[in-house]
């Protein structure tokens, strides 16, 4: 089946600008993760839903950074005002059970580059 | 001192050899542990969970020690497809997974 899907791929913007980063978890998945993951480190966790509700959202550098997910399915991170400090890798994963500790199942990412 | 702590390497082995990487953990209350792999500029995807009694998968064993806080890895009859980078990864509770920042292994012919 499918499996997590990111869009978009790659992302330049200037500094200043919004950027909207969309994730398509696999389908019937309860859970969702955000993840930041800079060159040579491990993902750095950033929030967390189960369906829609958004239920730990203290990894979130700052108020520039806010998700959602609506119907808890498709969820979007924004993050507003970016700075050159944000260029990272932004990767979610999907996870079926809601449960904590269960495996994670990661999109491709989008490389953000803010100019 | 961050909360899972990796050698990031890289170990540099031949084809056939035995290698074997540690991660360090600093919250007790930790839960869950695993394994992840990670190809150059690909996701990240689970390689195992790690038990607390040890387990094996294949050519692949994993070991918990609670008391001393600590996880490893050992892989046997090293492949050229075992080069990539391994996560270590730890769950505390509640929704946070916290990730190592990974030790890289080439493996050589």
């Known amino acids: 089946g499918a499996g997590v899907s990111q869009s978009p791929r790659y992302k330049v913007t200037k500094r200043g600008q919004d950027v909207a980063l969309r994730c398509d978890p696999i389908?019937?998945?309860?859970?969702l993760y955000w993840y930041r993951q800079a060159l040579g480190q491990g993902p750095e966790f950033l929030t967390y839903?189960?369906?829609?509700?958004?239920?730990?959202k203290s990894g979130l550098p700052n108020d520039r950074f806010s998700a959602e997910r609506p119907e808890g399915s498709i969820s979007t991170l924004t993050i507003q005002r970016t700075e050159q400090r944000d260029s990272a890798m932004y990767r979610c994963?999907?996870?079926?059970?809601?449960?904590?500790?269960?495996?994670?199942?990661f999109g491709p990412g989008t490389r953000l580059l803010v100019l | 001192r961050k909360e899972v702590e990796q050698d990031p390497g890289p170990f540099n082995v031949p084809e056939g050899a035995t290698v074997a990487f540690n991660c360090t953990y600093s919250?007790?209350?930790?839960?869950?542990f695993f394994w992840y792999r990670q190809d150059c500029r690909k996701e990240p995807k689970l390689l195992m969970s790690?038990?607390?009694s040890g387990n094996e998968d294949g050519r692949f064993t994993a070991q918990l020690n609670r008391a001393s806080q600590y996880i490893s890895l050992l892989i046997r009859d090293s492949k050229l497809s075992d080069s990539a980078t391994y996560l270590c990864?730890?769950?505390?509770?509640?929704?946070?997974?916290?990730f190592g920042a990974g030790t890289r292994l080439f493996v050589k012919a």
């Open positions: 990864v730890v769950y505390r509770g509640g929704f946070k997974t916290i």
């Open positions: 839903f189960n369906y829609e509700a958004q239920q730990d």
């Open positions: 994963a999907s996870a079926p059970s809601g449960q904590g500790g269960e495996t994670q199942y």
């Open positions: 790690v038990y607390s």
């Open positions: 919250n007790s209350a930790s839960q869950s």
């Open positions: 389908s019937g998945h309860v859970s």
